[in-house]
């Protein structure tokens, strides 16, 4: 279980760096476009179309950083139906339940990046290859659902929900 928490804390603060890295580029970028067009009716080639992508990343790396705080959104209204008794079991179940759906966005998700791959797609007015981009959509998928996993495997590592009242 150690070496799990490890691998968890780890992965957390790789896509934390990451997440924020992006986020300080959309900053730079657009700030800098804005910048440049209203000082020399310039502006930076690509910058809005890359934001939108760097933004897609953070967006996306942000599953799993939630999943990794327990504050994913969740509704609460059927809380009360299953009995105090029951309440471990159902959190084990329901992270087992989380895996297995991210698992299979995930695998969705490689099809998807394949499929970009297999028509050649590029992101337009950057020429780039749109499945190198995509790639953050299974390994998000993946990311968050082995969370999930060892939060079913090892209870202990689930973090404490944080709702709102």
Avoid: N
Wanted: with cysteine.
């Amino acid at each position: 279980m150690s070496f799990t928490k490890g691998l968890l804390a780890l992965l957390f603060r790789l896509e934390a760096f990451i997440a924020i890295a992006a986020y300080c580029l959309i900053a730079s970028l657009l700030l800098g476009d804005v910048l440049l067009r209203e000082t020399i009716s310039s502006s930076i080639w690509g910058a809005q179309r890359l934001s939108v992508y760097a933004m897609i990343l953070t967006g996306f790396l942000g599953l799993g950083l939630a999943a990794a705080r327990g504050e994913h959104l969740r509704p609460r209204f059927a809380d009360g139906l299953i009995p105090k008794a029951f309440t471990r079991l159902a959190d084990r179940i329901g992270s087992f339940l989380m895996a297995a759906v991210f698992i299979l966005f995930a695998y969705i998700g490689i099809e998807f990046v394949q499929e970009a791959y297999q028509y050649q797609d590029r992101a337009r007015i950057i020429d780039f290859p749109l499945w190198i981009l995509q790639l953050i959509v299974p390994y998000a998928f993946a990311s968050t659902g082995i969370r999930y996993l060892s939060f079913a495997l090892y209870p202990a590592l689930k973090p404490e929900e944080k709702l709102e009242t």
